[in-house]
């Protein structure tokens, strides 16, 4: 029994390596033909620093790389390390470049999400890197109530808290006659305040979701008003970035 119970395993084991080795070789193979699309969406945003005045030639954003990492996608659409241990550095990986996961996933965390809004989402998390003091400053937890670094406490939490204690939210939730209406007031209710789910986790991911609109919509940002907590992220992210490119000397 044991023994048919092991090599039952044994195969299922042999399967997932088998199925995973496949995954990593056919990422590699197809690579070479979307490059072109990496390459495309890197030079978009990088065009996009430069224009709001983040990035020049030799100039501060412009010191981030980008590059493909060598093994697929675990559930990350890209990545960059702020602090890298001895094992990420055995492997090859830098601090402060852009990481993407070799099979390049389309999808970002908000929807319709493209390679080049995981590319703006990232930047934020470089920016973040290269310029942490900036983010000390009281225009972020301004904005974004926790600090960038804190994990222990979630924006979603903090937005629960905070809505609960509403007078308004209140009102409209006694109002509602069933919970399908109280679930559709809770959802519109977080996407007044942020931009995608993914950004209610941390708030670093909010910082990164937020930038990443930004510069998806620098031109627009009032389209915005409707939703008043991601406005006045927005904005705040827009003054910030006005902020920092006066001091480079970039605007
Ligand atoms: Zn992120």
Same mark, same amino acid.
């Given at each position: 029994?044991?023994?048919?119970?092991?090599?039952?395993?044994?195969?299922?084991?042999?399967?997932?390596?088998?199925?995973?080795?496949?995954?990593?070789?056919?990422?590699?193979?197809?690579?070479?033909?979307?490059?072109?699309?990496?390459?495309?969406?890197?030079?978009?945003?990088?065009?996009?620093?430069?224009?709001?005045?983040?990035?020049?030639?030799?100039?501060?954003?412009?010191?981030?790389?980008?590059?493909?990492?060598?093994?697929?996608?675990?559930?990350?659409?890209?990545?960059?390390?702020?602090?890298?241990?001895?094992?990420?550095?055995?492997?090859?990986?830098?601090?402060?470049?852009?990481?993407? =996961?070799?099979?390049?996933?389309?999808?970002?965390?908000?929807?319709?999400?493209?390679?080049?809004?995981?590319?703006?989402?990232?930047?934020?998390?470089?920016?973040?890197?290269?310029?942490?003091?900036?983010?000390?400053?009281?225009?972020?937890?301004?904005?974004?109530?926790?600090?960038?670094?804190?994990?222990?406490?979630?924006?979603?939490?903090?937005?629960?808290?905070?809505?609960?204690?509403?007078?308004?939210?209140?009102?409209?939730?006694?109002?509602?006659?069933?919970?399908?209406?109280?679930?559709?007031?809770?959802?519109?209710?977080?996407?007044?305040?942020?931009?995608?789910?993914?950004?209610?986790?941390?708030?670093?991911?909010?910082?990164?979701?937020?930038?990443?609109?930004?510069?998806?919509?620098?031109?627009?940002?009032?389209?915005?008003?409707?939703? =008043?907590?991601?406005?006045?992220?927005?904005?705040?992210?827009?003054?910030?970035?006005?902020?920092?490119?006066?001091?480079?000397?970039?605007?």
């Amino acid at each position: 029994m044991i023994e048919s119970i092991l090599s039952t395993l044994g195969k299922q084991a042999l399967q997932l390596a088998t199925k995973e080795a496949w995954r990593i070789a056919s990422a590699h193979w197809s690579l070479d033909s979307r490059m072109g699309d990496v390459n495309r969406a890197y030079n978009k945003v990088r065009g996009e620093l430069a224009e709001v005045g983040l990035l020049a030639d030799g100039v501060y954003l412009d010191d981030i790389e980008l590059e493909v990492a060598f093994l697929p996608s675990y559930g990350e659409a890209g990545f960059v390390y702020e602090q890298t241990g001895w094992l990420s550095r055995l492997v090859g990986y830098r601090e402060g470049v852009i990481y993407l =996961p070799r099979d390049l996933p389309a999808t970002a965390f908000v929807p319709g999400g493209t390679l080049t809004d995981t590319i703006r989402h990232e930047y934020a998390h470089a920016w973040h890197w290269l310029e942490p003091d900036f983010f000390e400053r009281p225009w972020y937890s301004k904005a974004f109530v926790i600090p960038y670094n804190e994990v222990s406490a979630s924006p979603a939490e903090e937005w629960h808290w905070r809505v609960e204690r509403s007078r308004k939210f209140q009102s409209s939730l006694n109002s509602c006659r069933n919970d399908r209406e109280r679930m559709a007031l809770y959802r519109k209710t977080l996407r007044d305040d942020f931009v995608s789910e993914y950004a209610a986790t941390l708030s670093c991911e909010d910082f990164a979701e937020t930038f990443m609109y930004y510069l998806r919509y620098r031109n627009s940002i009032d389209r915005f008003s409707s939703r =008043p907590g991601v406005y006045k992220k927005l904005l705040a992210v827009q003054k910030a970035v006005t902020t920092a490119s006066r001091e480079l000397g970039l605007q």
